[in-house]
């Protein structure tokens, strides 16, 4: 059980910042209208408003680095996903390091949709 959890919460990695670096307009299929957003203490809900402020980000490319994935079962067969690792943009000499949190709840056919997504830079 636990392997599983641990190769969901890769393969959910990998899905969305592949999407976030290459078509971020396509993370809104990982949201549904309930889904919230913190986005450094800014809280944002719903599919539209998510997808507007991850595309309006002041940055058009971008290349996340992962260091670390942990995650853990939730209840009803959810899945808790803590993500650490740094921001690559272009023309910037420094990586920018960043913790990012999902709170991943299944759907009747076998995926997953993002309730809950936590990101914060981390500064020092």
Do not use: W
């Not at 290349?63 to 670390?68: E, L, M, N, P, Q």
């Not at 690792?85 to 910037?92: A, D, M």
Request: with cysteine; glycine share 6%.
């Amino acid at each position: 059980m636990e392997e599983q959890i641990d190769l969901v919460g890769k393969a959910f990695a990998d899905h969305y910042y592949h999407l976030f670096d290459n078509d971020r307009p396509a993370l809104s299929s990982l949201y549904k209208p309930s889904s919230m957003l913190t986005f450094e203490s800014h809280k944002i809900q719903g599919v539209e408003d998510i997808t507007a402020k991850l595309t309006s980000l002041p940055f058009d490319q971008c290349r996340h680095v992962i260091s670390t994935i942990d995650s853990q079962p939730s209840f009803s067969g959810g899945i808790v996903v803590f993500i650490s690792g740094s921001l690559q943009l272009p023309g910037e000499e420094h990586h920018l390091r960043f913790s990012q949190m999902f709170h991943l709840i299944p759907m009747l056919e076998g995926n997953f949709y993002v309730q809950n997504d936590i990101f914060r830079l981390n500064y020092g």
